[in-house]
Structure formats: structure tokens, C-alpha cells
């Protein structure tokens, strides 16, 4: 949730930078965003103060949830224990599986979204034996391909009241995955929570590895190497360049 806000973040000082100057009075304005109930409801931000206190030396970054999985947030931790469940099955011994979770169980049983759609992204993480990005987000696959739309009938996603979490309590993302196979074994896993989130971080490394994942189709294996290699150094980047010599190969 981070990466848009930053990028934008960065867009607006290059352009301040280059001289444009912008629209008058865009923060002001009676019909812009600041003035809006969204914003200054009960339950929004609402303090314009806030957003510029500690301009400059206050981050906000470390606050915010990075996803470990391309796929809605609530379906994470399901995506996660479906993932690690692999090794022990195969796609065309399953018989039936079920999610159970708490929260707006309904909505991510069927989301129109397929990286929303849970019966959607279990049947194609069992199908192709993990999870790519392009997969979770096509809904040309989710609409048109007849083995995934087989295996989403064997799909049920439930509620488990003893996932709430308490009164006054942090929102619980948690999971549990019962896949029955055709010799009548079951195999499941529940996970707790999916790291990612300040209380309980994702190391570098998988930080990396994601990004890697997502980069690497752009601008091959090498590039994608430097770009982390250069974000992770002290040097400001030459992106530019930086996919020029990745294109050469």
C-alpha cells in the first residue's frame, strides 16, 4: 500500500522541481478531497495539521503493511497455508477444500476480483503448483479456463466465529485450509497471520525476493539484480540507464 503513495510522493517534488506549479488553491478548493466527508467524517483523517507535522523528519512508512502475496489482504493468510499445503497434494485428488476465516467471508468467496476471489485463487495455486502475479490478477483465466471454473465448485469458504478477534481488539487476518483428497485424507494448516504488517515485519529478504518476482519479466534476471543492488546502496539510481543495460541484456 506504500508503493503508490510514495511514487506519487516523489512525482509531485520532481514536478514542483522542474518548475510546473500546479493547480491554485487545490488543497482549499470546496469540492477537493481535504473538504470531503471522506476525509473529514468521524472515522477519517479529518486533521489537516497532521499531514504536514513533521514534514520532512517524521516517516510514515514504517507503519505501513507491505503484501507478501499479490492478492487482497483478508486472502493472504488462506493463499499462504494453500501454498505451503502443496507438497502434499496434487490437483486431481482433491476432493473438496475448505477455508474457514473471519471477517467479510462472503465477499472473498465471490469476489469479482479474482485477486479477491478466493475459490478462484485456490484453484490456481493447486493447478499450477504456486502464484504468480499475472494468474492472480487475470480474469480472463477466472472467466475462461475450464479446469480452474471445475475446481472452484470444490471451493467452500465459511466463517469461523473463533477468528474474531475481541472488543477493542486489532482486526485478526487469519486462516485455516482443510483440503479432503479422493482417498478420503485430509491435510490442513492455519495460519495466523501473514507477515508483512508492522507487528510483525517481513524480513528483507522476502522484501527482495518479491520484488525480484515482479521486476525480473521486465527487465530480465541481470536487471533486475542492479536495481535492487542500487536501491539497497547508498547512490542515488540512474534508472534510466539502469533499464538501458538491461535491455542489451
Known amino acids: 500500500f506504500a ?42 483523517d479529518g486533521d489537516l495539521d497532521a499531514l504536514v507535522d513533521g514534514l520532512g523528519t517524521r516517516s510514515s512508512l514504517p507503519k505501513v503493511a507491505y503484501k507478501r502475496y499479490p492478492v ?11 501454498l505451503d499445503l502443496l507438497p502434499e497434494v496434487k490437483a486431481e485428488a ?14 472473498f468467496r465471490d469476489a469479482e476480483m479474482p485477486a479477491l476471489n478466493l475459490r478462484y485463487l485456490s484453484a490456481i495455486i493447486l493447478l499450477d503448483g504456486c502464484l504468480d502475479f499475472i494468474s492472480a490478477q487475470s480474469l480472463e483465466r477466472m472467466h475462461g479456463d475450464a479446469d480452474v471454473a471445475a475446481l472452484m465448485t470444490r471451493v467452500e469458504v465459511a466463517h469461523d466465529p473463533a477468528q474474531e478477534s475481541g472488543p477493542g481488539e486489532a482486526r485478526t487476518e487469519s ?18 497471520h501473514v507477515v508483512g504488517f508492522p507487528s510483525h515485519p517481513m524480513p528483507s529478504a522476502m522484501v527482495v525476493d518479491k520484488a525480484v518476482a ?23 539510481c540512474d534508472v534510466a540507464g539502469l533499464v538501458a543495460r538491461a535491455g542489451d541484456g
Open 3 to 44: 508503493g503508490l503513495g510514495a511514487r506519487n510522493g516523489l512525482q509531485a517534488a520532481l514536478l514542483v522541481q522542474a518548475g510546473f506549479r500546479g493547480v491554485p488553491d487545490v488543497l482549499d478548493r470546496p469540492d477537493t478531497w481535504f473538504t470531503s466527508k471522506t476525509f473529514t467524517n468521524s472515522k477519517g
Open 72 to 82: 487482497g489482504g483478508p486472502t493472504q493468510p488462506a493463499v499462504e497455508a494453500l
Open 94 to 107: 482433491v476432493e473438496r477444500v475448505r477455508i474457514e476465516m473471519p471477517g467479510r467471508w462472503e465477499a
Open 175 to 192: 486462516a485455516r485450509v482443510t483440503i479432503r483428497l479422493s482417498d478420503g485424507a485430509e491435510r490442513s494448516r492455519y495460519v495466523p
Open 214 to 236: 515482479l521486476i525480473a519479466p521486465q527487465l530480465g534476471e541481470a536487471g533486475a539484480a542492479r536495481l535492487v543492488a542500487c536501491c539497497l546502496g547508498d547512490e542515488v
